[in-house]
C-alpha cells in the first residue's frame, strides 16, 4: 500500500534544500510517495503552512532551519517562531530542527519550547544520518543527533539544577554581554541578576568572582 508523505522544508539556502530533497527521494522506502514543498524564508513557510490548513491537506514532516530570514511584518524572526507556529497550526505534524547552533543552551531552550521529533546539528550531519533521522521521526520518534544526545546526556548526570534565567545570564555571558546589559536582556533588575549570578559561583564552586572562570565551570558541566 502506497503511504504519501507531504513535507515541508524550511531552508534559505538553496544548495542545502537540494540535498535534502535528492537525499530523501533516493532513500525513501518503495511504498512511500513524497511530497515536498520549499519554503526560503518566514513568510513563505507561514503561506504554505495556512494553505495547508485551509485545503484540509496538513504535512506530515516539517524540515525547520532554526537561522531562516524573518517575516516582513517581524512577527517571526526565526525557525524557533515557525515551529512553534506549525506546533498550533498542525498539531500532527513531526517536526525535524536542523541548526548550526550547538550551544547547551539553545538545545535545552528549543527541547523545551517545541520538543522536535528530530533534531539535527548541521556539522554532524550525513546524508545516511537525514535518511536514518527521517524514517525514525516517521515511525518511531524522537531521533536526536549526537551532539544533541551529548548536551543532553551531561546535562542529566549532572546533579546541578539551573532554570532558565540562569541558564539564559550563562549564556549571554559567553556571548561577551557585559553584566550591567544583563538586566535588559531578561527584564529583571540589576540586583536580581547579581543575585543569581552569586547562585551560579555557589552551583559551580567558583571562589574568584571572574565570568570566565564561571564560564569554563558552566561548560564542564555541559551548561554553555
Known amino acids: 500500500m502506497i503511504e504519501k508523505l507531504k513535507i515541508l ?3 534559505d539556502h538553496p544548495m542545502i534544500i537540494e540535498g535534502y530533497q535528492n537525499t530523501l527521494l533516493f532513500t525513501k522506502k518503495e511504498n512511500q510517495e513524497l511530497e515536498i514543498d520549499i519554503a526560503n ?15 484540509n491537506s496538513p504535512y506530515n514532516v516539517l524540515f525547520v532551519d532554526i537561522s531562516i530570514p524573518p517575516s516582513k511584518d517581524g512577527i517571526m524572526s526565526s525557525g524557533e517562531d515557525l515551529a512553534e507556529y506549525a506546533r498550533k497550526v498542525l498539531p500532527k505534524a513531526k517536526i525535524i530542527i536542523l541548526t548550526m547552533f550547538n550551544e547547551s543552551f539553545r538545545i535545552h531552550n528549543i527541547i523545551k519550547t517545541i520538543d522536535p521529533e528530530g533534531f539535527l546539528i548541521k556539522s554532524d550531519l550525513t546524508s545516511s544520518e537525514l535518511a536514518s533521522a527521517f524514517q525514525a521521526v516517521i515511525y518511531n520518534p524522537p531521533f536526536y543527533s549526537g551532539t544533541v544526545n551529548n548536551h543532553i546526556r551531561k546535562s542529566i548526570v549532572s546533579d546541578i539544577v539551573i532554570d532558565d534565567k540562569n541558564r539564559k545570564i550563562l549564556h549571554l555571558l559567553s556571548q561577551g554581554v557585559k553584566t550591567k546589559n544583563l538586566a ?4 529583571i533588575s540589576l540586583s536580581a541578576v547579581e543575585k543569581r549570578k552569586r547562585q551560579l559561583r555557589d552551583i559551580f564552586d567558583v571562589q574568584d568572582g571572574q565570568d570566565e572562570t564561571l564560564l569554563n ?3 564542564k558541566k555541559g551548561f554553555v
Open 9 to 11: 522544508m524550511i531552508d
Open 41 to 55: 524564508n518566514c513568510d513563505e513557510a507561514i503561506m504554505y503552512m495556512d494553505q495547508a490548513v485551509e485545503k
Open 184 to 187: 535588559s536582556h531578561l527584564d
Open 217 to 219: 565551570e558552566a561548560r
